[in-house]
């Protein structure tokens, strides 16, 4: 929160009412990119929507821009590649251990195997990555989704 809004910006106000709620956060680590830990997005995106922030100015989460690599896949990730020529691309979500049983099989229709385990840049990498291989026909979607009450529920919609 403090690297969000400056002290500058600050009213007695909202000094205040950042310092209750940091007694009752719990700092929490998101399955998404390996972040340290952070405060719930819920709690910046508040701070944004009451115009406390710009969103210009929300670098909580500062990734390192994904470069696209020469063959297929383009883009890394989370996933065991099988046949470039196979028709199916299985997603397993948070299921870690199914997407390397499934690659371990290696099925002669299975191209890739892999886990996502966010909705923005996960999803980004997953379509990227199979519209850059014109054999794949097909997108499974199976497997755990993570078990989080707030943040990133992938096969929750």
Not at 5 to 31: C, F, G, N, Q
Not at 38 to 54: E, Q
């Amino acid at each position: 929160m403090d690297r969000a809004l400056p002290a500058p910006r600050r009213t007695d106000a909202l000094k205040s009412a950042m310092a209750a709620a940091r007694e009752r956060l719990v700092p929490e680590r998101y399955d998404c990119l390996g972040c340290e830990i952070c405060f719930p997005a819920l709690a910046v995106n508040d701070l944004v929507a009451d115009g406390s922030i710009a969103p210009a100015d929300v670098t909580f989460c500062p990734t390192d821009a994904v470069e696209e690599r020469s063959g297929w896949p383009p883009l890394p990730g989370d996933y065991r590649v099988v046949r470039y020529g196979a028709p199916a691309a299985v997603c397993t979500l948070n299921s870690d251990e199914l997407a390397r049983l499934l690659a371990a099989g290696r099925s002669t229709g299975l191209a890739i195997s892999g886990t996502m385990h966010t909705e923005n840049l996960g999803i980004e990498r997953l379509i990227t990555n199979i519209l850059a291989n014109p054999e794949i026909r097909f997108l499974i979607l199976c497997g755990e989704d993570t078990q989080k009450a707030v943040g990133h529920l992938l096969g929750y919609r």
